[in-house]
């Protein structure tokens, strides 16, 4: 699976990067805000998108909606640390496909990329 990375914090989004690679699974691309991010997804077609709600510009959510214009097939695993419900739905009905909370182990990111992928 091609997977592409939107997380602001470099350690974060590093220790990401390297759990997708030991769950064998390829990173094609990251970003660290939401300018970056639109820049870089432009044109492409990952399988996942991680992708955190703070970020420095704009929201995670504010991504999603914006990629979702485009990308209705790529599944999209939320990464935050945040616990509200009313984001959670919302978050949902922009079209993610899972949320995945901080901090999680290997483990729990492999299981989050197969519900995503069901």
Known sequence: ??????EDNSLTRFTIKTAV????????G??????????????????????????PDKSGLEVLKNFRKTNAKTRVIIITALEQDSLDQELMAEGA?????????VDELEQAINKALK
Do not use: Q, W, Y
Not at 1 to 6: A, C, E, H, L, S
Not at 21 to 28: A, L, P, T
Not at 30 to 51: N, S, V, W, Y
């Open 1 to 6: 699976m091609k997977v592409f990375i939107v």
């Open 21 to 28: 690679e030991k769950i064998k699974h390829e990173v094609m």
């Open 30 to 55: 990251e970003a660290d805000c939401f300018k970056d991010a639109t820049e870089k997804l432009r044109g492409i077609t990952p399988d996942i998108l991680l992708l955190d709600v703070i970020l």
């Open 97 to 105: 496909n899972h949320i995945l909370r901080k901090p999680f182990s």
